[in-house]
């Protein structure tokens, strides 16, 4: 029987579109994968993207915000950078045959409104593009989804 994948989920501030990722990559790999979801800086798991994901019933409550450092012993066979920023800035992760990937999704966390609506609108759209994001990855590198 073949070992489960090791997949890291790299963003900025491992506080939305990692946290995010890490949950589609949960639910749709049905726990046959390891995800895991770092930063090169932690932010705390953002209260919206907690909130976003439990729309679809995908509970990320449990998730907490940690540094790519903490993860150095692990071999990656798959590493997503889900922001530009980490993707130019991250620091050397030790999977040398671990397959690299990049897909800059907007960041909900940017926008600053006071509007409660607004923000939630932008976290829905962001968790659409990456559940979109995660299903073709799932398919194509994880399972026959």
């Not at 963003?11 to 939305?16: H, I, M, R, Y």
């Not at 995010?20 to 990559?25: A, M």
Request: aromatic share 8%; net charge positive.
């Amino acid at each position: 029987m073949n070992s489960p994948k090791n997949v890291l989920v790299l963003c900025t501030g491992n506080s939305c579109r990692s946290q995010i990722t890490h949950g589609w990559l949960n639910y749709f790999t049905g726990g046959t994968t390891i995800i895991y979801s770092a930063g090169i800086e932690t932010h705390g798991v953002n209260p919206l993207a907690i909130a976003t994901m439990a729309e679809e019933g995908i509970d990320i409550r449990s998730h907490t915000s940690n540094l790519v450092e903490e993860y150095n012993k692990i071999s990656f066979d798959f590493i997503i950078t889900v922001c530009d920023h980490a993707y130019k800035n991250c620091p050397i992760v030790p999977s040398k045959n671990a397959i690299k990937l990049h897909h800059n999704f907007s960041d909900p966390s940017k926008l600053k409104s006071t509007d409660v609506q607004e923000n939630k609108v932008a976290f829905r759209k962001t968790r659409e593009e990456i559940k979109k994001y995660c299903i073709t990855f799932v398919k194509a590198n994880l399972s026959s989804l």
